[in-house]
Structures are given as C-alpha cells and as structure tokens.
C-alpha cells in the first residue's frame, strides 16, 4: 500500500514537473528574447554614442603614428647620408703611377665628365669651382671618396696647393652665361689663368687650358685649322669671352716661353651632352627643351649657319691625349660633320618625336655663320678623333634632359638661370 502511494506520488510529481515546464518555458524564452532586444536596443545606442569617439581617438592615434613615421624616415635619411656609399670602382695606382689632378671648373658639364674619368683612372683629383654655372650635383657621387677632394673657390683669387697636373675650364661657356657679367668673364679668363699659371709654375704642374673656337670668331677660312689667326669683333657682345679667351692662349705661351710652364691649349668646339645646363641658351639645349616641352624650335635668323658638335665623351678622350702628349700648341678638338642649323632642329624634332613647328627669330649679333673644325693635327699628334655618332650622343642627351625636366618641373632648377637666348 506505502509503495503504491509512493509510485502514486511520484506519478503526480512528475507530471507537475512536465507541466510546469510546458508552461514556464515559453515564458522564460519570451522573457529571453525580451531581454536580447533591450540589450540590442542599448548596444545600438551605444554604438551611436561611441562611434565618434572611436572614430576620433582612432583618427588621433592614425595622425601619430603617421607623424612617427615622418621622424623615422627623416631618421633613415640622415643615417643613409651616413653610412658610406657604394662608389663606382676606381683602378688601383701606386704612388709613382697616381697623379694628383687639379680641375678648374670641375663641377661643370665638361669639367665633372673629366673629374669621371680621372677618378676611374685612379688618380687623386681636386676640384676647385664657385658654381657660377656648375653644380654641386653633377660630382656628388664622389663625394667622400679617399681620391676626390671639392674646393670650393672663385680661381679669381690664388690657390696655393700641391698638384702635378692641372686641367683649367674654370670660365662660363654658354653666352647668356658669360654676358651676364663680362668683366667678371674677362677677370676669370685673364686673371683666374695667371693664378693657374702661377701655380702650375710654382710646383713643376703640366696645365691644359680650356679654350675655345670662339678664338677664330666669325670665321674666314673654312674649315678651322689651327693656323688660323681668326676674326673676331673686340668690342661686341661676346669680345669678353673670345678675348679673354685669346689672352688666356697669349698668357699660356708666355709662362711657357718666359717660365718653362709646360702648356697644352685645347681649342674646343661646340660640345653636347648629358649635365648640360638645361636652360643655357646653347643651340643643343634650347633645341631639345623647346621639343621636349611640346614648344616651337626656334632657328635664329635664317638657319643656314652651320655648326658642328661633339659628344662629350670624345671630348675628355681628347683632353686626356692632349695632356698626355708632347705636343704644346693649340689643338682642336671637335666634331667635323657640319650641320646647318635648320636641319638640326629637323633633326631634334625626329628625335623627341613630339613634331613641333620649327619657327625664326632675328639674328643674333656677330653669330659665327660657318663652324667646322680642322682636326688634322688631333688626328697626327694625338692619335684622336671623334667616335660617337650625332644619333648615339643625342639620345643619351636627350634622355638626360627628360629626366632634368622631369625632376626641375617637380622642385626649383638647381642651375642658376639667367636672362637671354643666345645660340
Ligand atoms: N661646352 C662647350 O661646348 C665648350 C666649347 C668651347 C670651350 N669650352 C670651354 O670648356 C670649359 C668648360 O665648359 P662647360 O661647357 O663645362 O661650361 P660650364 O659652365 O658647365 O662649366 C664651367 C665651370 O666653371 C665654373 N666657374 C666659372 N667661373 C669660375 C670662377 N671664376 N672660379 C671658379 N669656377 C668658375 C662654373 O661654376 C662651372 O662649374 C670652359 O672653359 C669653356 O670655355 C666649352
């Protein structure tokens, strides 16, 4: 009987238990879902209140770390500068074979293709400039170098130092350059050459001198040779180069005949090629920036005068000859397949491919009408001649003004850029 009531019991109590179950669950899950929509009522309101914040603070942190960034790169900039850079391999001379060099001008268009390749030689080159024309740039790969050493130094004002060879192309080349001061261009070219003849007689030095073959002026004799007295006007626009350049030869002669100086005088002819000013007024120069800038070429006057250019690679092989040569009088060093100007310009505008107009403008004053150099002594003498053809050279040059444009038209030119257009 006791068990039965038990079982009876349990029965009642089971289903009591099944039944409230039944019953509470719905409830409890319906409370359940209840609290999950407050909760994402709160969660949404509280995503709407904390979202800025975030966003803010986020914002800030995004800021500073981009601020942190901006210190760590300046950081990796200036220990870059500091650790030693890879510089391009230079042969190995001994004492008696390594020469230490001076170049006048060395930071210069020719003057920095000259300091390459004493450099690669081997010797011990420094470069003295007051970066009227040149730039800092164009040597910068060797700064630093146990071989390179920069003066920086106007050869207006002696230089006392110990060299065996001097290379002196200290002297503005391109004519708004040296009509931008000509008495600072005559002071250059006359008193800079006595201070660079006085060293090289001072320490036993070989010196060649840069000159040019604006020393035959508007020419009469056709092509150049190096007898040739020459024709220029002593008191026109560009008298202050060609003459200075004249009294440079006749100053040369002198420390040779009067002080046993051992010269050479290279008589260098129009030259081309990548580190020329950009903005120079030069025929090269103006004809490839006026292409590449979409620009009209502009041919001064009728177009028919002629020139002759040079690569300057040729042009250091012949400076080096002539240096290392017996030969003490004048040489010239050009390129001696003429062009008129016109169909240079034709030439340049095929070459950039951008088909501009080829337009005139009025002559310029006492503008030599015929240039092509005799280079048969250079042949005789030196062994030497030109190798790089027109095509070869004017697309390296052409290349290299691309990228000054490209890099000058991102920040200011580093060349100063004066007034005037003069071929
Ligand atoms: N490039 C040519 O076609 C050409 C033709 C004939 C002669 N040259 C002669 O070759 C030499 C180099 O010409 P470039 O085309 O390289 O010219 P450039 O203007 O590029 O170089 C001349 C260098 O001499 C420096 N300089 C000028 N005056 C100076 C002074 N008083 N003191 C110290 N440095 C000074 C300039 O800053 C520059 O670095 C010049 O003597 C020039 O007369 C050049």
């Known amino acids: 009987m006791i068990i039965w009531r038990r079982t009876t019991l349990r029965v009642v109590l089971y289903i009591f238990i099944f039944l409230s179950g039944v019953l509470l669950c719905p409830t409890l899950f319906f409370e359940a879902d209840k609290t999950e929509t407050k909760i994402e009522h709160q969660t949404e309101g509280f995503k709407e209140m904390m979202v800025p914040v975030i966003n803010n603070s986020l914002r800030k942190e995004l800021d500073e770390a981009n601020e942190r960034i901006k210190a760590l790169e300046m950081k990796l ?3 870059e500068s500091r650790v030693p850079k890879p510089f391009p391999n230079v042969k190995f001379l001994n004492y008696r074979t390594k020469k230490r060099i001076l170049v006048t001008g060395g930071a210069g268009f020719v003057g920095s293709h000259l300091v390459d390749r004493l450099m690669l030689k081997g010797h011990e080159v420094i470069v003295v400039d007051n970066f009227f024309t ?11 170098h146990e071989n390179f050493e920069l003066i920086h130094q106007d050869i207006v004002n002696p230089l006392f130092i110990e060299v065996d060879e001097i290379y002196h192309l200290a002297s503005p080349a391109s004519p708004p350059h040296y009509m931008f001061n000509p008495v600072k261009t005559v002071k250059t070219n006359t008193i800079g050459t006595i201070n660079m003849l ?11 001198i840069a000159s040019t073959s604006e020393v035959y002026g508007d020419p009469e004799v056709h ?3 190096e007898t040739y007295w020459g024709h220029v006007n002593p008191i026109g626009p560009r008298a202050c180069y060609d003459e200075g350049k004249r009294v440079a030869e006749t100053l040369s002669y002198a420390y040779a005949k009067h002080d046993k100086v051992s010269v050479r005088v290279a008589r260098i002819f129009n030259t081309y090629g990548p580190r020329m000013h950009v903005d120079d007024g030069r025929v090269v120069s ?12 502009t041919v001064y006057g009728h177009g028919n005068q002629t020139r002759s250019f040079q690569y300057v690679s040729d042009l250091i092989d012949g400076l080096i000859a002539l240096m290392a040569s017996n030969y003490s009088l004048p040489v010239n060093l050009g390129n001696p397949i003429e062009y008129s100007i016109t169909e240079f310009a034709v030439i340049i505008r ?6 501009n107009t080829i337009g005139s403008t009025e002559a310029v004053e006492d503008d030599p009408q015929r240039r092509k150099p005799d280079i048969s002594r250079a042949k005789k003498y030196l062994n030497w001649e030109p190798k790089v053809s027109l095509k070869q050279g004017l697309e390296h040059t052409v290349s290299y003004f691309r990228q000054e444009l490209q890099r000058t038209a991102a920040g200011p030119s580093r060349h100063r850029s004066l007034k005037g257009n003069i071929p």
């Not at 006085?198 to 060649?208: N, Q, Y």
């Open 134 to 144: 040149g730039s800092k740039k164009n040597i910068e790969h060797w700064s630093g």
């Open 350 to 355: 095929n070459l950039v491919g951008n088909n």
């Open 223 to 225: 092509p150049q040779p």
């Open 286 to 297: 103006n004809f490839i920036s006026q292409a590449l800038r979409n620009k009209t070429i």
């Open 198 to 208: 006085g060293l090289a007689k001072r320490v036993g030095a070989k010196i060649l």
């Open 77 to 79: 900039m200036s220990l």
